[in-house]
């Protein structure tokens, strides 16, 4: 409309005064300034700004409005603290400040600086919606089907490290999103109806995942946001600006919104200075202690010759040692208290990388070691404030899957998953499983591009999920039946078949390893847990399992029970019967083992069996029988003293 016009609504708003729009007040009110900033670009160019006065209460009223630029054109967006981006038609972006008075003055002498090219996909018609900026000075954009993150380092003139990264996959079902402060973000999807997100940049996961509230508010126009959760929409049809509030636990204040301006359906964009209003949001919870790993010592053979062993240790940490083929001696590669224990490794014998996850101080890193160089390691932070040592596992494509638990407060544990996409970027952490449980010991298992997540939760039942490439991992079934102690094992048998192993105790005390089968159509899990027999008295003396499918088609199994590894196989390839007693592996006079064993196979087929005895590092190798009626035969010791 034009300026004269719209000057008219505005006194005919100042005189009206604040018009309060009813309903229930929200639980956290957002706090104004006493104007919210609108710009609006003109068909003719001209930049405008209006100063709505009642943001808070989404009242018709209105301060003023001047002109404050010419010749404008492209696509233009404001941001934090006056903060005004245009991007030309030819790609460039730039950005301005607006300072109350006029426009700030870069060095150099101009009014705008150039921080990007090769963004003009946003002037098309299609895109302008698909662009947005929140009050941290984050940038939001979905392209094609993903949605990626960015941030300008005013200080150093630079893009930060990881801007461009692939937040979320599966959202070219939204034509627009609009930022609002503390990551919160709206998307609309083709029906009109608006999904609410909430990314928290600093440990890099979603704290709310694609909400529709039940009295949603839809519209086909533009949506913006001056922070706070608050939010303006103009109507295309009427040329109204409506205002609407959010809030994360009732949704929509207003089901239509409130009418607070007539006459702006003909401005080709109209945007809102982004810290004008803020809302106190919680973030996540502060990282608690939910959950170790398997507390296992792990052997890793490469094509080389080399070995790893990658063991938790004692006052010393997650320590790597490493045989080196050619001087045909160990040493130590890696030694720190940074990490305090990890689960079974991501090996790559050829390529010579042994790659795991351990929780750090600034959440989970996916550390890689290389042909035994403590330099030339490489560690990958996947940040996220998590809450357990992580589960990692490798999808047929390559690409890695990594599972953990983090604190929803007060020792409660929510399940997150980050997943690797095959160019390298890690999506953000998603939340799975039911909130209202408390989930502890995780472990997964790939097959193909599936992953089946296994978790136990307070009471000790034992839950399954199945996680498809770029969704959310879904509830599989229950392992019901029995209390299973500590994390479960997954291994697939020569059929490609699931076999879950848990320890369980007894009805009179005694701690019991068992096997649950998936169901043949992979539906899920078989009814009941099989007994893989008793050790005597004592029992099993902790877990996890440990699990290996052999060349010969069967499955190994490994415990420790009496102060020495045990192990059993099964009768043949696709069976869960076990053809021998739990046979005791020979092991030097004075050794105790106590901590959780773990099998691998060597680059030659042979089985390797890692464990640890008094903060010695053992290894025990055994060959593999052409028969399985065979029994597995292991010999070793420690890989040096200690």
Request: a negative charge.
């Amino acid at each position: 409309m034009s300026t004269k016009l719209r000057s008219l609504c505005l006194v005919a708003a100042v005189t009206a005064g604040t018009v309060s729009v009813t309903g229930a007040a929200s639980a956290a009110d957002p706090a104004c300034g006493p104007v919210a900033h609108v710009f609006t670009m003109q068909a003719d160019g001209d930049l405008w700004l209006y100063e709505h006065s009642a943001p808070t209460s989404g009242g018709f009223a209105w301060a003023g409005a001047r002109q404050v630029g010419w010749g404008w054109g492209g696509k233009t967006f404001a941001g934090q603290d006056g903060r005004v981006y245009n991007i030309t038609t030819g790609g460039e972006l730039r950005r301005l400040r607006y300072n109350g008075s006029g426009w700030d003055t870069f060095p150099g002498g101009g009014q705008f600086q150039t921080i990007g090219w090769g963004w003009q996909k946003f002037v098309e018609p299609a895109n302008r919606a698909k662009i947005t900026v929140d009050a941290d000075g984050s940038f939001y954009t979905l392209e094609g089907d993903q949605l990626r993150w960015w941030r300008y380092d005013e200080q150093t003139g630079a893009w930060a490290p990881g801007s461009g990264r692939v937040l979320d996959v599966g959202w070219g079902r939204f034509d627009l999103i609009a930022a609002s402060g503390n990551g919160g973000l709206q998307a609309r999807d083709a029906s009109g109806a608006l999904h609410r997100f909430r990314y928290h940049a600093e440990t890099e996961r979603f704290v709310t995942f694609d909400v529709v509230p039940a009295a949603g508010w839809q519209g086909r126009g533009t949506l913006f946001s001056p922070g706070g959760d608050l939010y303006y929409s103009v109507r295309p049809d009427t040329g109204e600006l409506r205002w609407n509030q959010f809030t994360e636990d009732a949704g929509w204040r207003a089901g239509t919104g409130s009418v607070i301006g007539t006459g702006w359906g003909t401005d080709v964009d109209v945007t809102a200075t982004t810290t004008d209003c803020s809302i106190g949001l919680p973030g996540p919870a502060p990282a608690e202690w939910l959950g170790a790993g398997d507390g296992a010592s792990h052997v890793a053979d490469l094509a080389s010759g080399g070995r790893y062993v990658v063991s938790p240790v004692y006052r010393e940490g997650l320590v790597s040692d490493w045989f080196d083929p050619v001087a045909r001696n160990w040493r130590t590669t890696m030694e720190t208290n940074g990490y305090d224990d990890t689960r079974t490794p991501i090996v790559d014998a050829a390529a010579g990388t042994v790659t795991f996850g351990a929780r750090g101080s600034a959440g989970i890193d996916l550390v890689t070691l290389r042909g035994g160089d403590w330099q030339a390691r490489t560690i990958v932070s996947l940040r996220g404030a998590m809450s357990s040592t992580p589960s990692v596992v490798r999808r047929s494509d390559g690409t890695l899957v990594v599972y953990s638990l983090a604190s929803a407060g007060n020792g409660v544990g929510h399940l997150y998953t980050r997943e690797q996409l095959p160019g390298g970027d890690f999506l953000a952490w998603r939340r799975f499983g039911d909130p209202a449980l408390d989930y502890g010991n995780v472990s997964a298992i790939t097959r193909g591009d599936q992953t089946t997540v296994l978790a136990t939760d307070q009471a000790h039942v034992a839950h399954a999920f199945r996680h498809a490439p770029g969704t959310v991992p879904v509830p599989a079934g229950d392992l019901a039946g029995r209390s299973v102690l500590g994390p479960m094992t997954p291994v697939l048998d020569s059929n490609g078949t699931i076999l879950v192993f848990a320890v369980l105790r007894t009805d009179d005390g005694i701690r019991i390893v068992h096997v649950r089968r998936e169901k043949a159509d992979r539906s899920g899990f078989e009814d009941t847990w099989q007994s893989l027999g008793e050790f005597g008295r004592r029992g099993v003396m902790t877990e996890p399992v440990s699990a290996l499918l052999l060349p010969n088609g069967t499955v190994a199994v490994s415990v420790p029970a009496d102060g020495k590894p045990y192990v059993t196989t099964s009768k043949g390839p696709g069976s869960t019967e076990f053809a021998f007693p739990w046979t005791p592996v020979e092991v030097p006079k004075g050794a105790w083992f106590s901590e959780p064993t773990a099998l691998a196979l060597s680059r030659n087929g042979e089985v390797l069996l890692s464990a640890v005895s008094y903060s010695s590092r053992h290894v025990f190798t055994a060959p593999v029988p052409a028969d399985p009626a065979t029994p597995l035969r292991f010999t070793g010791g420690p890989i040096r003293g200690y």
